[in-house]
């Protein structure tokens, strides 16, 4: 409650300060995102919907077994958080659980890995649009989703998944009934609103920490993954800094997409810890690997 009135009086006596981000946020929404990732959304619901991966999970079943630990079930959520984003992984992790595809032990387990920023949120926005530097992407999927498998072996040992979970494959209509573009849309419109969100709460903390500039780019990005990136390229940080924090960040997801993980988990009884284990494990990964990449092995210049 103290939050909400805190965030409505900000609204109140700071209008113009709060109408500027509110702005800031749509237009990175709609001139960013919306054109780079909602082809992407469109495309890859109408292959979901085209069953090309009930038939792919199910054969490759003994692969997901050995390496990751899951049934095909809970691969599917893997492969969905892999190729359409936040929040899809704990989205179908959490329709799998409820309708008892999988069990509550690889439910959490697949929480702590199983949300990745989507390919296209790499390429199109971080390396082209954010940096400009397109030969940054294949190094960027590299480093981002092995942090995410180096994260599966740590908490495998904190969860231990039941692989062999009963029961027929979820059928991809049970996941989800809506049309492929309108899901789409539905998803696109989602991210927006929570970006323009936090946007302004960014505003507020711009205020809070104005005689700390530095500080407050790692504030940013721990909020919002999108604008938060989008803010350290006015920092004073060095590229060989700037890059490993942004993939953190990009990594991490912020507060923002713990709060949509958390919506897609209101009705169960799943709890948001093991996401939030397996965000913070990908995330130190992450920076230390594109550190790494950028001082020590010279691959990027």
Known sequence: ICSFFIFLSFLLFFPKHALVHAKAGVMLWFYTLLPSLLPFLILSNLLLHTGILDNFMQKSQMFWRKCFGLSSQGAYALVLGIFCGYPMGAKITADLYEKHRISKE????????????????????????????????????????????????????????????SGTFLAKKEISASPSIM???????????????????????????????????????????????????????????????????????????????????????????????????????????????????????
């Open 106 to 165: 690889e439910a959490s387990y697949l929480l702590t890995f199983s949300s990745y920023p989507g390919p296209s949120f790499l390429s199109a926005y971080l390396c082209t649009g954010l940096f400009n530097r397109p030969y940054l992407v294949i190094p960027t999927y590299i480093i981002i989703y092995l942090s995410g498998i180096f994260c599966s072996l740590f908490t495998r040992r904190f969860y231990r998944s039941s692989s062999g979970s």
């Open 183 to 301: 899901n789409g849309f539905e998803t696109i419109v989602r991210l927006g609103g929570y970006i323009i969100l936090f946007s302004i709460l960014q505003g507020m903390l711009k205020l809070l920490f104005l005689p700390l500039p530095d500080i407050k780019y790692l504030i940013f990005g721990f909020v919002e993954v999108t604008t938060g990136t989008s803010e350290l390229l006015h920092s004073s940080y060095p590229f060989s800094l700037t890059y490993p924090l942004a993939l953190g960040f990009t990594s991490l997801g912020g507060l923002c997409i713990a709060a949509q993980t958390k919506s897609v988990l209101g009705n169960t009884d799943l709890s948001l810890k093991p996401y939030v284990l397996g965000k913070l494990c990908c995330s130190v990964c992450t920076f230390v690997l594109a550190y790494l990449l950028v001082e020590i092995i010279k691959i990027v210049i």
